[in-house]
Each structure stands twice: as structure tokens, then as C-alpha cells.
């Protein structure tokens, strides 16, 4: 098992910036691609950046590129978010995963974490 938490969500301004951290713990967070996603209300869950173990490799959301840059420290176990040119529709629970490979699934990722609410007032 991969235990997920979340931080650094909270409520921020139309293009201001937010710094999310995803802390892994358990199992070791060893060859595990990572991802993140967000639900919004009465939306379904979408992708939004995800990172492959080594050498790093990234993929991102045609909604979010150019303004979030996903990265990882491997000897931390922590992977962040850093979202800046915050929009209100970006406002929405966003999640870390962790998985085997860097794919906009959502299925294919095996563990998940709580989710940490980020709010973009206009």
C-alpha cells in the first residue's frame, strides 16, 4: 500500500498561484508514476498532470499547460503541482495518484489520496 496525502490547497485570486505537495508514505513510492486530477462539483474526474518515475517524463492537460508545471523528488517521496495563472475554472478537489505508467486514466492509477480543495476567486 501507497498512503497519499495532500496540501497547499486553499482559496486564491484569478491569476495567482498555488503550490500543491502530495507527501507519499507506506510502500515504497519506488517506480510509481504519479498523477494529478480534480473533480469539481457535479463534474466527473478529470487529468491534469502526471509524472513518470526516472528521467522524468511529463504530460499535461491542454487546459493546464503552460501554467502548471508538475515535479517530484524521489528521495522526499513528494510530488507538487505549482498552478500559477490561476483560473475560476480550475476551482475543484484535486487529488494525487500514483500508478504505473503516465496516462490521463484514471483507472490505471492504483492509489489515491484524499484530495485538498482549491478555490480561484474572480
Known amino acids: 500500500q501507497v498512503q497519499l496525502v495532500e496540501s497547499g490547497g486553499g482559496l486564491v485570486q484569478t491569476g495567482g498561484s498555488l503550490r500543491l505537495s502530495c507527501a507519499a508514505s507506506g510502500r515504497t513510492f519506488s517506480g510509481y508514476a504519479m498523477g494529478w486530477f480534480r473533480q469539481a462539483p457535479g463534474k466527473e474526474r478529470e487529468f491534469v498532470a502526471a509524472i513518470s518515475w526516472s528521467r522524468p517524463s511529463t504530460l499535461y492537460a491542454d487546459s493546464v499547460k503552460g501554467r502548471f508545471t508538475i515535479s517530484r523528488d524521489n528521495a522526499r517521496n513528494t510530488v507538487w503541482l505549482q498552478m500559477n495563472s490561476l483560473k475560476p475554472e480550475d476551482t475543484a478537489v484535486y487529488y494525487c495518484?500514483?500508478?504505473?505508467?503516465?496516462?490521463?486514466?484514471?483507472?490505471?492509477?492504483?492509489?489515491w489520496g484524499q484530495g485538498t480543495q482549491v478555490t480561484v476567486s474572480s
Open positions: 495518484a500514483a500508478g504505473g505508467y503516465v496516462v490521463r486514466t484514471t483507472t490505471l492509477y492504483d492509489y
